[in-house]
């Protein structure tokens, strides 16, 4: 069992960064695919960012060219650089592990808040 503890958010201006991470209680070397979500009230959970094994990444257009997500296997971590932040991306992001290989694997943190002021 994994656990996944996400940190890093908190209240920022427009326009300003965050940099989440998601630490893992073991190794993540074994996750083939590692996301990002987040969820804003009254809305359902959406995917914001992937990382799969060997470094491709692919984004929400709604984060594009505004979010990098990253991986450091060494460091059982996994960050997401927001940059250029709006009033929209006001939500509680989380991370999530997946391993497809038997024995396969799921797992979520839970949940770090992102507030961005106007």
């Known amino acids: 069992q994994v656990q996944l503890v996400e940190s890093g958010g908190g209240l920022v201006q427009a326009g300003g960064s965050l940099r989440l991470s998601c630490a893992a209680s073991?190794?993540?070397?074994?996750?083939?695919?590692m996301r990002w979500y987040r969820q804003a009230p009254g809305k359902q959970r959406e995917l914001v960012a992937t990382?799969?094994?060997?470094?491709?990444?692919n984004y929400a257009d709604s984060v594009k060219g505004r979010f990098t997500i990253s991986r450091d296997n060494a460091k059982n971590t996994m960050f997401l650089q927001m940059n250029s932040l709006k009033p929209e991306d006001t939500a509680v992001y989380y991370c999530?592990?997946?391993?497809?290989?038997?024995?396969?694997?799921?797992?979520w943190g839970q949940g770090t808040q992102v507030t961005v002021s106007s």
């Open positions: 999530r592990a997946i391993r497809s290989q038997t024995p396969t694997a799921d797992y």
């Open positions: 073991g190794s993540i070397f074994s996750f083939n695919v």
């Open positions: 990382i799969i094994i060997g470094g491709s990444t």
